[in-house]
């Protein structure tokens, strides 16, 4: 709407540990939903435990990068927003956190630029470049960490680029980001 982007926080929500979900995997088409959407996403693992993190170090505390795909119940969310509630059921649920393979910093820097893509049956459906993101990656762990303590371990999907749509049954998926394994995942 030609305002500017950071004049909000970012917002954030949370998934459940039995949402994450590996490579190669066959997923059950969500339950509760007839509108399962697919977000490409940079993911990052927090490496090293802290708390109100400053901008300045916040990449210290980043471990590693991975290629994800936040699975969306989007008539949930629809619903959800509509009545002023919050979107646990529409984000956090059972197998909604496909992630590649993590990719540790220390082998390949921070990454802030490169191609980010999502095809659905080989069409392309999301392209852009993780320069192009409104929030940084120290941006994030630094916003994130002012209202929970972040611990090793942690996952953290960073947002997506246009261009996000529906999935169904039988959909084969391919996720990639430059430098990056990719991520395959099928909908069953």
Partial sequence: MGNDPKSEPPVFFTK???AVVESGSAIPY???TSNLH???ELLFAIGKDGAEIAEATARDHVWGYAVGVDLTRRDLQAAAKQAGG????????????PIGPLTPASAIGHLSAGTIQLSVNGAIRQNANLSEMIWTVPEIVAALSRTWALKAGDLVFTGTPSGVGPLHRGDAVAAEIAGLSPLRFTIK
Avoid: I, L, R, Y
């Fill in 30 to 32: 969500a339950t509760q």
């Fill in 86 to 97: 919050p979107w646990d059921a529409s984000k956090g649920f059972d197998n909604s956190a």
């Fill in 16 to 18: 459940p540990a039995d």
């Fill in 38 to 40: 697919h977000e490409v």
